[in-house]
């Protein structure tokens, strides 16, 4: 919501959708960069001193880029949505460190994160929804206040909820080795491939489904083609999490990855809008036990003293396949057509899969 808000109201306060474009480009590159600088704080200092603080910075970021918008230098104003970007609370990360701290037994966390994949999938059917009836219906700028409500609300309430907080670690972990850094670790660092093309097939479809459907003149019906791969995720989730016995979670993004793969396989041999719509459905079945498995292998392998940081980078991985699944996409649409960008989708998927067979095998 956040990001489609500030394009709205950029927009509208500024009339420029090249300043609007560059406003949301900067918002997701400044949370993807500093996103884990900011959980490495709240590892240390702990999320009941440090996420309200945050929190504020961002809200207050948000209004000054939606007040200065046309009315401030081009510069200033992406200034502002760097600050909110970069001071972004990570609501998924606090309550992924939460759980992790909570329940100790695998199939119990396996559980937990399906649950926050399932919601999180409900999120992105709603809020894309809610903003943009709340700027087209209400005012402009009404999207972002409603975003940044819920932003400081949630992640406030949650905060000073202390008796699940995770325990602060202070500038330095109390034990006589320093725990090594979270990019170091191993089996973490294939687990951000794997949510890397993730983000691509993320930012690709909704350029190549937008590209479809404005050539065959039915732009109408995009949203509900978009909304299948949330609403087959939503069923995913839900079945991951009943599952009676707990896989390894290498083997599930091994094989959800593949999954995936083969679902834009579908979208490149069937660039139509039906044939995108099935992609999105086989593909949906993939995400939410990639993103419940990529939480557990988080909590299974990065230090305690670091979760925070650990979860953070699972979503910095895919915010930048987004960037660059769309970036992508968008030359190839506008130089080949979709076709030729769905055969794209193909090659960004199987950086999901080369690291999924990676982490597997050791």
Same mark, same amino acid.
């Given at each position: 919501?956040?990001?489609?808000?500030?394009?709205?109201?950029?927009?509208?306060?500024?009339?420029?959708?090249?300043?609007?474009?560059?406003?949301?480009?900067?918002?997701?590159?400044?949370?993807?960069?500093?996103?884990?600088?900011?959980?490495?704080?709240?590892?240390?200092?702990?999320?009941?001193?440090?996420?309200?603080?945050?929190?504020?910075?961002?809200? #207050?970021?948000?209004?000054?880029?939606?007040?200065?918008?046309?009315?401030?230098?081009?510069? $200033?104003?992406?200034?502002?949505? #760097?600050?909110?970007?970069? &001071?972004?609370?990570?609501?998924?990360?606090?309550?992924?460190?939460?759980?992790?701290?909570?329940?100790?037994?695998?199939?119990?966390?396996?559980?937990?994160?399906?649950?926050? &994949?399932?919601?999180?999938?409900?999120?992105? @059917? $709603?809020?894309? $929804?809610?903003?943009?009836?709340?700027?087209?219906?209400? =005012?402009?700028?009404?999207?972002?206040?409603?975003?940044?409500?819920?932003?400081?609300?949630?992640?406030?309430?949650?905060?000073?909820?202390?008796?699940?907080?995770?325990?602060?670690?202070?500038?330095?972990?109390?034990? /006589?080795?320093?725990?090594?850094?979270?990019?170091?670790?191993?089996?973490?660092?294939?687990?951000?491939?794997?949510? =890397?093309?993730?983000?691509?097939?993320?930012?690709?479809?909704?350029?190549?489904?937008?590209?479809?459907?404005?050539?065959?003149?039915?732009?109408? +019906?995009?949203?509900?083609? @978009?909304?299948?791969?949330?609403?087959?995720?939503?069923?995913?989730? %839900?079945?991951?999490?009943?599952?009676?016995?707990?896989?390894?979670?290498?083997? #599930?993004?091994?094989?959800?990855?593949?999954? @995936?793969?083969?679902?834009? %396989?579908?979208?490149? /041999?069937?660039?139509?809008?039906?044939?995108?719509?099935?992609?999105? @459905?086989?593909?949906?079945? &993939?995400?939410?036990?990639?993103?419940?498995?990529?939480?557990?292998?988080?909590?299974?392998?990065?230090? *305690?003293?670091?979760?925070?940081?650990?979860?953070?980078?699972?979503?910095?991985?895919? *915010?930048?396949?987004?960037?660059?699944? /769309?970036?992508?996409?968008?030359?190839?649409?506008?130089?080949?057509?979709?076709?030729?960008?769905?055969?794209? %989708? +193909?090659?960004?998927?199987?950086?999901?899969?080369?690291?999924?067979?990676?982490?597997?095998?050791?």
């Amino acid at each position: 919501m956040t990001g489609l808000g500030l394009l709205f109201s950029v927009q509208h306060t500024s009339g420029s959708f090249a300043l609007a474009g560059a406003a949301t480009g900067s918002f997701a590159v400044a949370e993807a960069a500093v996103g884990p600088q900011v959980a490495r704080l709240v590892d240390r200092w702990g999320q009941t001193v440090t996420v309200p603080a945050v929190t504020v910075v961002h809200v #207050v970021a948000i209004i000054a880029a939606v007040l200065l918008a046309g009315s401030a230098p081009v510069a $200033v104003t992406l200034a502002t949505v #760097v600050v909110a970007g970069a &001071a972004m609370p990570q609501p998924g990360a606090l309550s992924a460190a939460r759980w992790a701290g909570l329940l100790a037994e695998p199939t119990a966390l396996r559980v937990a994160f399906s649950l926050e &994949a399932t919601v999180n999938d409900v999120a992105f @059917l $709603v809020g894309p $929804v809610l903003a943009t009836l709340a700027s087209s219906l209400l =005012l402009p700028w009404a999207g972002s206040a409603a975003a940044a409500m819920l932003v400081a609300v949630g992640c406030v309430v949650v905060s000073l909820q202390r008796s699940t907080a995770p325990r602060p670690h202070g500038p330095r972990v109390s034990d /006589a080795r320093e725990p090594s850094p979270v990019l170091a670790v191993p089996g973490f660092r294939w687990t951000l491939g794997v949510n =890397l093309g993730l983000g691509c097939f993320f930012g690709a479809v909704p350029l190549l489904v937008t590209a479809v459907a404005a050539d065959r003149g039915l732009q109408t +019906v995009t949203g509900v083609v @978009l909304a299948l791969s949330s609403a087959a995720s939503i069923v995913a989730g %839900l079945a991951y999490g009943a599952l009676r016995t707990s896989p390894r979670p290498q083997a #599930v993004q091994l094989m959800a990855s593949i999954v @995936l793969c083969g679902a834009a %396989l579908i979208g490149a /041999a069937w660039p139509t809008l039906a044939g995108l719509a099935v992609m999105l @459905l086989v593909g949906g079945t &993939a995400i939410a036990p990639l993103v419940a498995s990529s939480s557990q292998i988080v909590q299974a392998t990065v230090p *305690a003293a670091s979760l925070t940081q650990g979860f953070t980078w699972i979503n910095s991985a895919s *915010a930048a396949g987004i960037a660059f699944g /769309a970036a992508l996409t968008g030359i190839l649409v506008a130089r080949s057509g979709a076709g030729s960008a769905a055969i794209g %989708l +193909v090659s960004l998927v199987l950086i999901a899969v080369a690291s999924a067979v990676l982490a597997a095998r050791r």
